[in-house]
Structures are given as C-alpha cells and as structure tokens.
C-alpha cells in the first residue's frame, strides 16, 4: 500500500475540512480585497540591482513574484549573485488580518534557516515597513529592519537595515527593482 507525504496528507485533511465547513453553513473562504492589491502591484518579473555596502559591491539579480492562494498571498523567487557567488532566495508573504500586519517567510542559498517577519504598509508614503528575524551564514539568529519604497516611476526599492559591529544601525544592502514590460 503506499502511503501518502505528509504534506499532501495535511492538504487533504485542509481541504476535506474546508469542504465540511461549508457544508455546514461555514462562513465563507476569504478572497482577496484592499490588502492585497500590493500583491497585485507586485506580481511580475523585475530586474533588480543589488548594492550592498558590506563589503561594498554591486550585482544584478532577477525577481519573480507569483499571485498564489486563490490572490491572498506573493510568492517570490529571486535569483542572482552575491560577491560573485549564485544566489537564490524563496519568499512568502500574506495580509494576516488578525494582526492587520503583512506577514512572510524567506530562506535562501545563504541562510541556514527560515526567516520570519512582519510589515505595516503606508499608503501616504507608499512604503512598507518591517523586520525580519532569521539565520545568517553562519546560523546566528539576527533580526533586520527593512523598508520597500514605491517610486512614482514605477520602481521599488528595498533597504535592510542591521546593526553594525558598534550596535548601530545601519544600510547593509539596496535593491532597486524595474518592472519588466
């Protein structure tokens, strides 16, 4: 008999009890609204350019961004180098209504680990802003602050901020998108 993974199992458990729900005059599923029009904004393929500014270098990358769940989450791929080195990364974000927060998964080639976060959005200044806390590489649980600026020209640009060796803050890296037509 084969047996199934468990993620697959855990899908099916979700589905059949999302099927019971509504059966049983369940509210609704969520659909997407407000919230995730910055999802809608976002979906695409960008060409990104990285500059960090430890140790100072600039490289190129390219990120794809994905409508996934029904348009209640982003899905993000990015892929480039680093110091001269590849590098990937795989991202999660959703609207938690609950915590009327954004919030989001990253890993990538140069991590150990799963980094989590949470953001606010600001549609005055058209920035969202946030933290995200996860491995290094060298599997030191750190924790950035960041902000994503959408530029009246159609890009975005993403800073991270750490604290430095001195336990002050400060831009490690910048990237700034261009959508691709």
């Known amino acids: ?3 199934l993974s468990l993620p697959v199992a855990c899908a099916l458990a979700v589905f059949g ?3 019971q729900a509504a059966a049983q005059g369940m509210p609704p599923l969520p659909k997407p609204g407000p919230d995730q029009q910055i999802f809608r904004d976002d979906a695409g393929t960008w060409d990104a350019k990285v500059e960090s500014m430890m140790p100072p270098s600039t490289s190129k990358g390219t990120e794809t961004n994905v409508l996934s769940c029904g348009g209640l989450c982003l ?3 990015f892929k480039g180098d680093f110091g001269g080195m590849p590098f990937e990364g795989h991202g999660t974000t959703v609207y938690d209504s609950s915590k009327k927060k954004y919030v989001g998964t990253w890993t990538d080639s140069m991590s150990s680990g799963l980094s989590v976060g949470e953001s606010t959005w600001d549609a005055k200044t058209k920035t ?3 933290w995200m806390e996860g491995p290094d590489m ?5 924790k950035m602050r960041s902000t994503v600026e959408y530029k009246a020209d ?3 640009v993403f800073t991270m901020f750490m604290n430095g060796p001195d336990g002050k803050e400060a831009p490690m890296m910048k990237i700034t998108y261009t959508k691709r037509k």
């Not at 060298?138 to 750190?142: D, I, L, S, Y």
């Open 75 to 77: 899905v993000t791929d």
């Open 128 to 130: 969202m802003s946030g």
């Open 138 to 142: 060298e599997g030191k649980v750190t």
């Open 17 to 19: 009890s999302a099927l």
């Open 1 to 3: 008999m084969k047996r």
């Open 154 to 156: 159609g890009t975005r």
